[in-house]
């Protein structure tokens, strides 16, 4: 174990599997200048600066994907990925059943949201749901460095086009990351803390917001578990109902708006699938229907509280 | 495919054209028998389709569009393959989940194909980079129309394959339409080869009805990507005689343009032409016309003997 913070786990992640395959390349805009240490390693063709065009970033990254190499793409913050919608979503998410699978696309978009740096609502915008929504794309959401670093080796190995969220106030948050070849499987969610009473679900940076609810909680003899789903596309729905039906009591927990967000299929599916193990209301924790503002005030208004969540568990178990 | 990239001869160019032709007629015709959906016909633009095409060598490869029949056939495709995937049947060249509007065949090296209109732009410049760092000399012919080229990825796309000298082949096949848009409604150029200068790169524009000039000119383009790495723009200058897709009356085409092009077609062009030269005689054209004949029989029986995919595969090659 070593101790490094998630923006050198990021670091890290891209050189090892630059290394162990030569098919890897990155590009985006900036990448060769603020990444020097991958272009002497690997050398400024797989490493490579790009113009501000997000459209044909994710265009050359879907066309190189089909056709033998394996593309990581920066595209700094994730509301310009609004450029990239139609490579992304028609032509990566699309054409491999399109094509009666004919082709793969094993691609990784980068990209930063997420409130705390008061950047406002062009540079931050949780749009994770919006791929969770779409064919044939996976979506993750780290909460650690060593998950950073681990579902980021494992998106790079992934065939299919990964959305890779890094919530931006994480990115020098340090952890310890097991030392090696450290993969974190897509797909898989992780229990943070055990615990009896009520079961906090979320991902990202909410999860270390769960993780202070429940030591509160714990205070006053309410025992909360707190699952991180790591991964929102495909989400580890064996792991949500295995935790409900131990605990019998749901908070769903993230940043982006409530409508539509990814607590919403979190919740359908506990209803349809684990309704005889709940008893009370499933209850999410969300940002609001708005814009992400940039006024510190506003940011902290529009996160998800710690207060918030107690408060929700409190409810649920009649406190 | 290596058979159908040998032939280059006028004739087997000329013979290649009438199966397109016919091909797309067929399909009309079944479309208003109620037999078919509609297709976005390329009956006007076969010249432009088989001069680029057989331009091309076995390892190149093709991104194409909507209006795809006229690349796939030059390229050697099965008639009955085509019509199965446009029919929605599993013995099609995508199993029947394309239709006809985005059909690939990677065995033939056409990839990619997306029916958004700038989708081949955006994943050409991927391909091209793909083939650059693999080496060997390999190119990739990525068509669309004058419609895509008003599309910003249309810049975005030649900017970049420039700077990073990529070996793709933009044919712009300038058929004057955009779906109900007349093209000079919506630029003030004509000659859309112009703008590779704005890029870098080398243009031309070609008389897209010419298939022997569309074929020279393509082998001199792909030529000079080989030798120098950098990408190429080449417009044929063409039309789309049949409406944008089928049925589509072309009630708000004039009439005198129609004619003026009809009077232009690339088929009764290069067979006067062929004929004039006594390159073909007339009984050799009857003898082509009866052999694309049958091989489109033959492809829509394939088509409707062929039955569809199970139920099943709705949610099967999502992901891999």
Same mark, same amino acid.
């Given at each position: 174990m070593a101790k490094i913070n998630v923006s050198q786990a990021i670091g890290e992640a891209l050189a090892e599997e630059m290394r162990r395959d030569s098919r890897v390349v990155m590009f985006g805009e900036g990448v060769a200048t603020k990444r020097r240490d991958l272009v002497q390693e690997f050398g400024d063709k797989r490493v490579r600066n790009t113009p501000l065009a997000e459209g044909i970033i994710a265009g050359t990254a879907a066309g190189a994907a089909a056709t033998g190499l394996r593309p990581v793409i920066d595209l700094l913050f994730a509301p310009f990925i609004c450029f990239s919608m139609e490579e992304l979503i028609n032509s990566a998410g699309k054409l491999r059943y399109i094509s009666g699978g004919q082709f793969s696309f094993p691609l990784v978009t980068i990209a930063m949201t997420g409130c705390g740096w008061t950047v406002g609502a062009q540079h931050n915008h949780n749009i994770e749901a919006w791929f969770v929504h779409s064919p044939g794309i996976k979506v993750?959401?780290?909460?650690?460095?060593?998950?950073?670093?681990?579902?980021?080796?494992?998106?790079?190995?992934?065939?299919?086009?990964?959305?890779?969220?890094?919530?931006?106030?994480?990115?020098?948050?340090?952890?310890?990351?097991?030392?090696?070849?450290?993969?974190?499987?897509?797909?898989?969610?992780?229990?943070?803390?055990?615990?009896?009473?009520?079961?906090?679900?979320?991902?990202?940076?909410?999860?270390?917001?769960?993780?202070?609810?429940?030591?509160?909680?714990?205070?006053?003899?309410?025992?909360?578990?707190?699952?991180?789903?790591?991964?929102?596309?495909?989400?580890?729905?064996?792991?949500?109902?295995?935790?409900?039906?131990?605990?019998?009591?749901?908070?769903?927990?993230?940043?982006?708006?409530?409508?539509?967000?990814?607590?919403?299929?979190?919740?359908?599916?506990?209803?349809?699938?684990?309704?005889?193990?709940?008893?009370?209301?499933?209850?999410?924790?969300?940002?609001?229907?708005?814009?992400?503002?940039?006024?510190?005030?506003?940011?902290?208004?529009?996160?998800?509280?710690?207060?918030?969540?107690?408060?929700?568990?409190r409810s649920l178990v009649g406190r | 495919m290596t058979d159908a990239l040998?032939?280059?001869?006028?004739?087997?160019?000329?013979?290649?054209?009438?199966?397109?032709?016919?091909?797309?007629? =067929?399909?009309?015709?079944?479309?208003?028998?109620? =037999?078919?959906?509609?297709?976005?016909?390329?009956?006007?633009?076969?010249?432009?389709?088989?001069g680029v095409v057989r331009a091309l060598e076995p390892r190149d490869r093709i991104l194409t569009n909507h209006r795809s029949a006229g690349h796939l056939l030059a390229r050697g495709a099965d008639p009955g393959r085509m019509m199965a995937e446009i029919a929605g049947k599993s013995t099609g060249y995508c199993k029947g989940k394309s239709g006809t509007l985005h059909i690939s065949a990677s065995d033939l090296g056409v990839i990619l194909t997306s029916t958004i209109v700038g989708g081949s732009l955006s994943l050409a410049t991927g391909v091209g980079l793909s083939l650059s760092m693999q080496g060997g000399g390999a190119i990739v012919a990525c068509f669309f129309g004058d419609g895509a080229a008003c599309e910003g990825i249309f810049h975005e796309s030649l900017n970049l394959a420039a700077v990073w000298k990529l070996p793709v082949l933009y044919v712009c096949e300038n058929n004057q339409w955009q779906a109900f848009v007349r093209r000079r409604e919506t630029m003030l150029i004509d000659r859309l080869s112009t703008r590779a200068q704005a890029y870098g790169m080398e243009g031309r524009s070609v008389d897209g009805n010419?298939?022997?000039?569309?074929?020279?000119?393509?082998?001199?383009?792909?030529?000079?990507?080989?030798?120098?790495?950098?990408?190429?723009?080449?417009?044929?200058?063409?039309?789309?005689?049949?409406?944008?897709?089928?049925?589509?009356?072309?009630?708000?085409?004039?009439?005198?343009?129609?004619?003026?092009?009809?009077? =232009?077609?690339?088929?009764?062009?290069?067979?006067?032409?062929?004929?004039?030269?006594?390159?073909?005689?007339?009984?050799?054209?009857?003898?082509?016309?009866?052999?694309?004949?049958?091989?489109i029989e033959q492809a829509v029986a394939f088509a409707v003997d062929s039955s569809y995919p199970s139920a099943d595969e709705v949610a099967t090659d999502v992901y891999s």
């Open positions: 993750v959401m780290p909460s650690t460095a060593a998950d950073f670093k681990g579902l980021l080796k494992a998106a790079i190995r992934d065939d299919n086009p990964v959305m890779f969220f890094i919530d931006m106030p994480l990115l020098f948050a340090d952890g310890e990351v097991p030392a090696g070849d450290h993969v974190a499987p897509i797909g898989q969610a992780a229990t943070r803390r055990e615990g009896t009473d009520v079961t906090l679900i979320s991902y990202a940076k909410m999860v270390h917001t769960c993780l202070s609810a429940a030591e509160t909680l714990g205070g006053e003899g309410i025992s909360a578990e707190v699952l991180d789903l790591r991964s929102l596309k495909p989400f580890d729905e064996a792991a949500v109902l295995a935790s409900v039906r131990k605990t019998g009591r749901v908070v769903v927990v993230h940043e982006a708006s409530r409508t539509c967000g990814v607590g919403a299929e979190i919740a359908a599916t506990v209803a349809e699938k684990a309704f005889d193990a709940l008893k009370g209301r499933i209850i999410r924790v969300t940002g609001p229907d708005a814009p992400a503002p940039s006024s510190y005030a506003l940011e902290q208004a529009f996160i998800p509280q710690q207060g918030s969540i107690v408060e929700a568990a | 040998n032939e280059r001869s006028p004739r087997s160019l000329l013979e290649c054209m009438m199966l397109i032709r016919a091909f797309e007629e =067929k399909n009309a015709a079944l479309q208003a028998a109620g =037999k078919g959906p509609g297709t976005c016909t390329s009956v006007g633009q076969e010249a432009s389709a088989v010419d298939v022997e000039a569309v074929f020279g000119a393509a082998s001199q383009a792909i030529a000079r990507i080989r030798e120098t790495s950098q990408p190429f723009l080449l417009e044929t200058y063409t039309y789309r005689m049949r409406g944008h897709y089928e049925p589509d009356d072309q009630s708000y085409v004039d009439p005198v343009e129609l004619a003026s092009w009809k009077a =232009k077609d690339p088929i009764q062009t290069t067979r006067r032409r062929l004929l004039e030269q006594r390159a073909v005689s007339e009984a050799d054209i009857d003898a082509m016309q009866a052999r694309v004949q049958q091989r």
